[in-house]
């Protein structure tokens, strides 16, 4: 796959059966949704598309989960969801960036696009000091986040959940 094939993009309503569909194979295979915001809690699709718009707006209450720029990675050809991005602003700033893509799209270097790209949108919104951390066990991963760049920086445990940590600048 071509990265010019791929498109970063808000959620929209227009997606939610792709969004139906991605949740449904994390659950199937029982893998984490990270940066998926509440994914898992949203059986609806439209509600869940309805969640993240609220949280986009900078007045966005704690209520439901605070501030947090949710993204799509989106093939333009079909409209197909590979994964989704999300950046979390008054997070530690640890666990500020998630990602995830879906299993059945793994392997083609579309983790490494995505973080790329919002590596970009970061440095546009005036953004210097940014980390990013996985677990140790997740080579995947920190493959990407190496070759994007990242630095390992500190090991830490953060509620139990061993994690390496890495400057992305």
């Known amino acids: 796959m071509m990265n010019d094939d791929l498109i970063l993009t808000e959620p929209d309503e227009k997606y939610a059966e792709e969004v139906r569909t ?12 990270d940066g998926c915001g509440a994914l898992r809690t949203f059986e609806d699709p439209f509600e869940y598309i309805d969640n993240c ?7 966005a209450a704690k209520e439901i ?4 720029d949710q993204f799509l990675c989106i093939r333009k050809e079909d ?4 994964g989704m991005m999300q950046y979390r602003y008054g997070a530690d700033p640890k666990f500020q960036i998630g990602y995830s893509v879906r299993p ?18 970061l440095e546009e919104q005036g953004k210097t000091e940014i980390t990013i951390a996985c677990e140790p066990s997740n080579v995947a991963s920190e493959h990407v986040i190496l070759s994007c760049g990242g630095k390992l920086i500190e ?3 953060y509620k ?6 890495y400057r992305m600048n």
């Open 22 to 33: 991605y949740r449904q194979e994390f659950i199937d295979i029982g893998d984490h949704m």
């Open 53 to 59: 718009q609220k949280r986009m707006q900078e007045d």
């Open 65 to 68: 989960g605070g501030r947090a």
């Open 79 to 82: 409209n197909h969801l590979i």
């Open 104 to 121: 059945s799209d793994r392997g083609n270097g579309c983790a490494k696009w995505m973080l790329q790209k919002l590596l970009e949108w």
């Open 155 to 157: 090991n830490c445990n």
């Open 160 to 165: 139990g959940i061993e994690l390496n940590v």
